[in-house]
């Protein structure tokens, strides 16, 4: 059975009142009675009620973090850099993975307001999120926004600069020799999907490369298998790319795989190039060119923004930070004319 305050003030032959106080740190609780009470939390593993005590203080010390997907190293590395600094502020983390899945980013936001979070950190679905954010709003929960921007939203937000990041991949590939670049890219209501369709038509368009609309295939962000069916699609044209740039690494993997099936070789047969590098990996072998981001640091700026709206350091309406990203080159890209020795 749960134990529970009672329990603790009856092995420590003290009352109730005297544990709570213990527990919360309140003073009038002799320095013997403090000592038995913590004894006896000790033996009996009480662990008190968080919630009860966050609500009667009108903080519960907890954040809701939501993400559209773990899996994607992206992601994983914002969470450890969100949750390292709530850890040292003292605030705890309750994590939701959308699977970008607009429902399930609705039924984690209704568990936040249920949890009485003190505030969320959020990388939304899509544009189409605005009407659940705002829900958050007339709760007076504050939130920021992270790698992903809502049109029409003014409040706090880290991005990356997706445009000048798109740009320089595919200024990567034509300065290789490449003419015929595909892209790989997600719904237009996905704000970095559509700032990276923008950069890849403004890097052809100044390079005097009319850009082709069946050269540009959506697919999933964190779904391979829907990335190597466009790819598929991609080099099934009669006059199929010689380099692709997919959204993220994810959508690259599935651009991989398509590769294989077509027996065609990365970079002798198909350019490849994305967002985001995959830390672990390019330890192992350093192959992709990427634009690397830096992830970590989205979430540990975040996190601080968000502390800052809980804390009420902050009056201005909307702050946002733009982490440029880097241009890491690799095997996957290389001349159209390469051939492996």
Request: some cysteine; charged content about 25%.
């Amino acid at each position: 059975m749960k134990v529970t305050i009672r329990d603790v003030a009856r092995l420590a032959g003290v009352s109730a009142m005297t544990v709570s106080r213990v527990i919360n740190g309140q003073p009038r609780v002799s320095d013997e009675a403090r000592r038995r009470v913590e004894a006896a939390v000790a033996e009996l593993g009480y662990i008190p009620n968080g919630l009860a005590r966050g609500l009667i203080r009108r903080q519960t010390k907890m954040i809701g973090l939501i993400v559209p997907d773990i899996a994607n190293p992206f992601f994983t590395l914002v969470v450890r850099g969100a949750e390292d600094v709530a850890w040292r502020a003292g605030y705890r983390v309750i994590l939701g993975n959308t699977q970008t899945d607009l429902e399930r980013e609705r039924a984690h936001l209704e568990d936040m307001l249920a949890f009485q979070v003190d505030g969320v950190l959020i990388a939304p679905v899509s544009d189409r999120s605005a009407p659940q954010l705002r829900a958050l709003g007339r709760n007076q929960v504050p939130f920021v926004l992270i790698d992903r921007s809502i049109a029409g939203f003014h409040g706090d937000l880290v991005q990356g600069d997706s445009v000048a990041g798109a740009r320089v991949l595919v200024e990567h590939l034509i300065g290789l020799g490449h003419r015929q670049i595909a892209m790989i890219t997600e719904p237009d209501d996905v704000s970095t999907a559509r700032d990276r369709l923008r950069g890849y038509r403004e890097a052809l368009e100044a390079a005097e490369i009319e850009p082709r609309t069946d050269f540009i295939a959506e697919a999933s962000a964190i779904r391979p298998r829907m990335a190597r069916d466009a790819a598929l699609r991609l080099l099934d044209l009669p006059k199929p790319p010689t380099a692709i740039f997919a959204l993220n690494n994810i959508a690259a993997s599935g651009v991989a795989e398509a590769a294989r099936e077509r027996h065609l070789a990365i970079p002798a047969d198909l350019g490849l190039v994305c967002f985001d590098d995959i830390e672990l990996a390019s330890r192992l072998d350093p192959f992709l060119t990427v634009l690397a981001q830096p992830a970590e640091t989205f979430g540990t700026i975040g996190m601080q923004l968000l502390l800052d709206r809980v804390a009420g350091r902050v009056s201005e309406r909307g702050r946002t930070v733009v982490l440029p990203g880097e241009l890491v080159a690799r095997a996957s890209a290389a001349s159209p004319a390469f051939r492996p020795a």
